[in-house]
């Protein structure tokens, strides 16, 4: 069952990020749904069909919120398809996704904020590898 759900997720990815898509980048989603299909038998094969679903929004510019919605998708998709998911599992993939949505929704007009994104970043990366360094 989970390969079933998997794929559904997959295709809903796909689906997602093909939406108005036009030129290579429908061709390009096309190859993404089939390494999708493909990934039922060749687990390697989501990592390829996640990373031209990439590729698809590089090339289409979906609307922002089909990006969303295509994150959380490559995100299930991988899960389901790897491993049993669990509820933090899940949790953390719809709060990633629902906060990438508020930035989407909320536009913020603030000069400074680009340079303060890589500094925020080190942060929460250094704060969630400390439990590791001692």
């Given at each position: ?5 998997a ?17 290579l ?57 790897h ?8 949790a ?11 930035v ?31």
């Amino acid at each position: 069952m989970s390969r079933f759900a998997a794929i559904a997720f997959g295709l809903l990815m796909v689906g997602a990020v093909a939406y108005r898509a036009d030129g290579l980048a429908v061709m390009v989603a096309g190859i993404a749904a089939t390494a999708v299909l493909a990934s039922a038998w060749v687990r390697p094969a989501a990592t390829a069909a996640v990373l031209l679903a990439v590729l698809t929004v590089v090339l289409g510019a979906p609307a922002p919120m089909h990006a969303v919605l295509a994150g959380l998708a490559a995100a299930v998709y991988l899960v389901v398809l790897h491993t049993d998911p669990t509820v933090p599992t899940m949790a953390f993939a719809v709060g990633f996704a629902a906060a990438a949505a508020a930035v989407v929704v909320l536009p913020v007009q603030v000069a400074w904020l680009p340079l303060a994104a890589p500094t925020a970043l080190l942060a929460g990366y250094l704060l969630a590898v400390r439990p590791f360094t001692r």
